[in-house]
């Protein structure tokens, strides 16, 4: 577990040096901005809709800027001969991508709650943020394992988007209102996200949110053990050992 912590500092550190706390911080700003200029009646919607986009989008992208600037840094190097475990340093990355996930919440909660009158569960919106966040942490590691760069991780991310996030959105909005539909969709990793925010800020479906939780955990633990055992594949890969 120290060993987790201090990787845990190191990764923050990183982040905050290449400014890729800085970029989540500014983006939540113009979720901020976007809510400001809309009318008091669409908070609601838009509350989610904006923090399922940056949930479901940021943690993936910035964990392969974490990743490439590691490569350029020499820290993948040092990684495959220091007593570190591999599970330590993809917990790292989840626990510094969720802390991330919470400041952006903090910020568009507190804007939607004391500008706005907005409320929500704030229990199980935390809990919410750190499970999706988590879980697309790891779908950009193991997105990232099997790019040659950051564009082509970039390309196969926009890939994920279009499968599974796009739908489920326009599932969301009510666009298209087909029972199969929705049915199918319920595979899709952003639907269990987007459940749980649905009842996080509204009235609270039981059904909705366990599935939402089990889908995010059980899968999220497969995932995990997907990028422990490829991590070293990726790390000599990289260093060309």
Not at 36 to 60: G, I
């Amino acid at each position: 577990m120290a060993k987790i912590f201090v990787l845990l500092q190191g990764d923050l550190q990183r982040m905050k040096k290449y400014n890729i706390l800085a970029a989540g911080f500014i983006v939540a700003l113009l979720w901020v901005a976007t809510m400001h200029f809309l009318d008091t009646a669409l908070v609601d919607a838009l509350f989610v809709t904006l923090l399922f986009v940056d949930l479901v989008s940021m943690p993936a992208i910035m964990v392969a800027v974490s990743l490439f600037y590691e490569k350029q840094e020499g820290a993948l190097q040092a990684m495959l001969v220091s007593p570190i475990r591999h599970s330590d340093y993809v917990w790292s990355k989840i626990l510094a991508n969720g802390f991330s996930a919470l400041l952006t919440v903090a910020i568009l909660y507190a804007y939607a709650h004391f500008v706005r009158g907005f409320q929500a569960n704030l229990v199980l919106l935390v809990a919410t943020a750190l499970l999706a966040s988590g879980f697309h942490t790891l779908v950009g590691l193991l997105l990232t394992y099997g790019a040659r760069d950051f564009t082509g991780m970039l390309m196969r991310y926009m890939v994920y988007a279009f499968v599974f996030m796009i739908p489920v959105l326009i599932d969301h909005t009510g666009l298209v209102d087909n029972y199969w539909f929705t049915l199918v969709l319920s595979a899709c990793p952003p639907r269990a996200v987007l459940v749980l925010l649905d009842s996080s800020v509204g009235e609270l479906n039981w059904g909705q949110t366990w599935y939402g939780l089990i889908y995010l955990v059980v899968v999220g633990t497969v995932l995990f053990r997907m990028a422990v055992h490829r991590f070293g594949t990726f790390a000599e890969k990289e260093m060309g050992v």
